[in-house]
């Protein structure tokens, strides 16, 4: 049994510092240095290594199966859902569905900026919902791209605007976990996230335009961007508060793309704006559907993502995934790691021996269900058995370097957590006293950037949360919470979601320019959300909308 020290320098600035090295190393490599990816994870896994052993005095063992943890679970589930999203984006653009696809959403509109808004924030915030775990970025991203969006809008845009569903992804995955590892009431947790995320539901599709084109060209489209704000936030915050955490995202964004598209059947912009700024090709046509193509041609390019949303969404669901792993799931405990390191206070009550237990969960796994979607979709499409093994075997080669990199990251993220690094950077934000509000909220925000997940988020620092919360007189569901929706506006700059993009809009060794994309909205977002808690905490305690 190893104990976990978090200060180990005896200087909590000093611990901080040399703990985010490998942090400084990856995202340094990648936003100033243009250096590839997958090399620029490398770095920081060697960073990662030498700082969990040196400096933390983790024995090597540990930190290397730390390290094969990590990159076996990027493999799966996350590596396995990116694999097989492209595998059925290069399906349907191979046989020119794309055209088609984009001329029906240009039935909604033939306006860029909503088209941006209904792919990107309504539609993107479905697969959060059903899936997350980078799905809906994947898919956005690639249908930017087929809708004639360049590589770093069609990126960058699809990460800022998968902010607000986060802290709800996968059927509320996130917060089931916060809930267990806290021992907060689930309820209450869904419903206060539910309440600090609701004026965010509305302010995202607006930054998100504002991004894209500007604040006079936002201001002109203003109408149907509050339309999708407001019916994706009140679902949001109604379901949250009076069922949980489930299907939050999934009623929203259904009842957002409803509303959305019937008010532009009233509504126009002024002046249409049709072409992309900075585009550097020709923009296809986006004359109405109707010109070209008939009510049957547009169903069968819309239905490969039908039958992928259907899948995502049943693969998401408690029941299935049970009755799968009632088929065949393998739990292996990781060797030399598993019920080896010890947490210790004050980021946990008590000392806790961490679990490091590796689910080979094949048939349950979201990217299978994609897979499954994938292959219907092919068949559909026309395409052989042979026709789809081949491309299978390009997409794979296509996508090398992405899962490299991405299982890189998730190594270094394990090994983060079981050195306790990490913990030593939300101690050091943990100390603020009477800020530690707008502190704590940055710690979820931390917590994404460097695990790439709101729900690996919760299950590090949810406990530190209460903790420091209760020591400080501060309700604690309400800092549990601020973790989490906190947490949504790191999504957008961790490194895997960066790949996942890129991979997705067929930019692989252009992170580090959708990095510097997408920090600022980021780091402004985050701030915005920590001062919605610090409101909560000193000018209306915690009822901020409550029912």
């Known amino acids: 049994m190893w104990s976990q020290i978090y200060d180990p320098f005896a200087n909590m600035a000093l611990s901080a510092v040399v703990a985010i090295i490998p942090v400084v190393v990856l995202l340094g490599s990648i936003g100033l240095f243009e ?64 055209d088609v696809l984009q001329k029906s959403i240009g039935a909604i509109s033939n306006d860029r900026r909503l088209q941006l808004l209904f792919v990107a924030f309504s539609f993107g915030a479905f697969f959060e919902g059903a899936a997350g775990f980078g799905t809906p970025v994947a898919v956005t991203a690639a249908m930017l791209i087929g809708l004639g969006f360049p590589p770093l809008a069609a990126s960058g845009l699809s990460l800022i605007a998968n902010t607000a569903p986060v802290a709800f992804g996968a059927l509320g995955t996130p917060l089931v976990a916060l809930a267990a590892v806290t021992g907060l009431d689930l ?49 949001q915050y109604l379901v949250s508060n009076f069922h949980g955490p489930w299907l939050v995202n999934v009623v929203a964004s259904l009842v957002s793309m409803a509303a959305l598209a019937l008010f532009l059947r009233v509504w126009s912009p002024a002046v249409p704006m049709t072409k992309i700024p900075n585009a550097p090709v020709p923009e296809k046509a986006t004359a109405p559907v109707a010109v070209s193509h008939s009510l049957a041609v547009m169903r069968r390019a819309w239905t ?43 980021v946990v009550q008590s000392p806790h021996a961490e679990a490091a237990i590796f689910n080979l969960n094949i048939l349950s796994a979201t990217g299978t269900g994609i897979l499954i979607s994938a292959i219907i979709s092919g068949i559909f499409l026309g395409y052989n058995l042979g026709q789809l093994v081949r491309m299978y075997a390009k997409t794979i080669y296509v996508v090398r370097y992405s899962l490299l990199t991405i299982s890189c990251m998730m190594a270094i993220g394990f090994i983060t957590r079981y050195s306790g690094s990490d913990a030593t950077l939300g101690l050091m934000l943990a100390h603020t006293g009477w800020a530690y509000p707008f502190f704590g909220t940055l710690i979820g925000w931390l ?19 209460r903790i420091t919360a209760e020591q400080l007189g501060i309700n604690p569901v309400l800092m549990a919470a601020a973790n989490s929706a906190g947490g949504v506006m790191g999504k957008m700059i961790d490194a895997q979601s960066i790949v996942v993009a890129s991979t997705a809009t067929k930019w692989y060794g252009h992170e580090g320019s959708i990095l510097r994309f997408v920090f600022f909205h980021s780091l402004a977002l985050a701030t915005l959300v920590g001062l919605l808690v610090m409101a909560q905490v000193y000018l209306w305690p915690f009822t901020l909308l409550a029912p």
Do not use: C
């Open 35 to 98: 250096v590839r990816a997958h090399v620029a994870a490398l770095l920081g896994l060697g960073a990662a290594l030498l700082v969990a052993i040196l400096a933390y005095g983790m024995p090597a063992k540990m930190a290397g199966m730390a390290a094969v943890y990590g990159a076996a679970f990027g493999l799966l589930p996350i590596g396995w859902i990116i694999l097989n999203v492209i595998f059925l984006y290069r399906l349907a653009s191979e046989k020119g569905e794309f």
């Open 187 to 235: 309820y209450e947790l869904s419903a206060t996230v539910g309440r600090q995320l609701a004026p965010f539901a509305i302010i995202v599709p607006f930054w998100l335009i504002w991004a894209f084109v500007g604040f006079r060209k936002m201001i002109e489209v203003w109408p149907p961007i509050l339309v999708a704000g407001v019916s994706f936030a009140i679902p």
């Open 304 to 346: 490969p993502w039908l039958i992928l949303a259907a899948f995502v969404f049943l693969w998401g669901t408690p029941q299935v995934r049970a009755a799968l792993d009632g088929l065949w799931i393998q739990k292996i405990p990781v060797m030399g790691l598993h019920e080896l390191v010890q947490k210790m206070p004050p």
């Open 447 to 465: 917590g994404v950037a460097l695990t790439g997940s709101d729900t690996s988020s919760n299950v590090l620092f949810g406990g530190l949360q």
